[in-house]
Each structure stands twice: as C-alpha cells, then as structure tokens.
C-alpha cells in the first residue's frame, strides 16, 4: 500500500470512529512517519558535506613570483667603486644573459621586471642621511676596499618559470669581468612578504 493509500485509510477510520483502525495500516503509517537511523545519518552525512563544501576555498594559482636577489661582485684592491654601476637595467641584463646561457633563446625571452635594486652600503647608511651622495660613495669605497660590493634587487618573473629563472641565477660567476655571485634570499608570491625580515630584525 502506497503512503498515500494509508492516509486515505486512517482518515476514513478518524472519520468513523467505531470501526477500529487496522493494525496493518496503522503499522504501516507509523513505520513510514517515523525515519529510521539510516535516513538520519544518511541526512546528517550530506549536511556536513554541504557544509565542508561552502567553506572550501580555492586559491588561485599565483600568476607572479618574486625574488628577492643578491648580488655580490668581488673587486681588487684599490678599485673605483664609482666605475661599477648596477643599475635596473645592468642587473636586468645579467639576468636575460644568465637565461639565454642556461636555457637558450626560449630562456631569453622569458619576461623579467627588475623593480627595485639597492646596494648594501646604501642600506646602513641612516634614513636621514639618504639624499647625502658623499657619504654613500665613502661607504661604496669603504666596501671595495674590504674586497666586494654587494647589490639586492626585488624582480619579478612568471611562475611558470620561475625555476627557469631560479637556475640561471644560480649559475652566474661573471659579471664585466669581475668574479661575481648571485644568491637568492627570499622568494613569495605576494609583496607584502617583503615588508619585513625577520632574519634581520635587531630590537
């Protein structure tokens, strides 16, 4: 007997209540109103999925990565600091040319953007003392004396070949004829990462 064949019954017997209602028919309804163990769990199951799924979230795959790159040129003694310039686009060079050494003309053109490039006697100069070109010079002096200047740039390279990028660096050694060595520091998918170094940090 169908659900609705068995609500049909129990209300022509609720309607005349002198003929009893079936036992069959009443075991039937109360069977099929009350939900078994099953069904529950079965119901609680696709809740928390249901659940598990709205909270889900997807991040995209990061289009970008960014390097954070050092530099370091060894010099002799007594060598003008001012005759080496590394600039955006020298250090923007160094890279392309590493990249067609190591992976060729599809390794060249592989797109970089050089976003920042700073020198290391520039960084322990004091904030105010920015504008002051004597004394970064002094300090780039100072430097190429010890025996080499180091360099930090911030590039930017496609995450798909990010590990293209990564190798070239590696496999510099030359730079104008200078001993040279590239290192990378840090790397991250987003520049607030670069905000702050906690390798560096002196309370």
């Known amino acids: 007997m169908t659900y609705h064949g068995i609500a049909n019954e129990l209300e022509r017997h609720r309607s005349s209540p ?21 069904s529950i769990d079965n119901s609680t199951t696709t809740v928390a999925a249901i ?28 060598t003008n600091a001012d005759a080496i310039v590394v600039d ?23 797109p970089v953007d050089v976003l920042d490039v700073t ?28 025996g080499g200047l180091t360099y930090r740039a911030l590039i930017r390279v496609p995450d ?18 200078r001993p040279c060595r590239l290192t990378v520091d840090r790397a991250s998918p987003s520049l607030l990462h670069f905000a702050s170094n906690s390798r560096a940090f002196n309370p």
């Open 160 to 177: 798909l070949h990010s590990a293209a990028v990564w190798s070239a660096l590696t496999a510099v050694t030359v730079h104008d004829n």
């Open 18 to 38: 002198s003929e009893p209602v079936p036992a069959s028919a009443s075991a039937s309804a109360s069977a099929s109103a009350a939900p078994s163990s099953h």
């Open 51 to 78: 659940s598990a799924a709205r909270f889900r979230v997807a991040l995209p795959k990061p289009e970008h990565l960014f390097l954070a790159v050092s530099l370091y040129i060894q010099v002799a003694a007594g």
């Open 88 to 110: 955006a686009p020298v250090f923007k060079s160094i890279v392309l040319r590493a990249l067609k050494q190591l992976h060729g003309q599809l390794g060249a053109g592989i």
């Open 119 to 146: 020198t290391s006697t520039a960084n322990k100069a004091d904030k105010a003392d920015k504008a002051d070109k004597t004394r970064q010079v002094a300090a780039a002096a100072a430097a190429a004396a010890a």
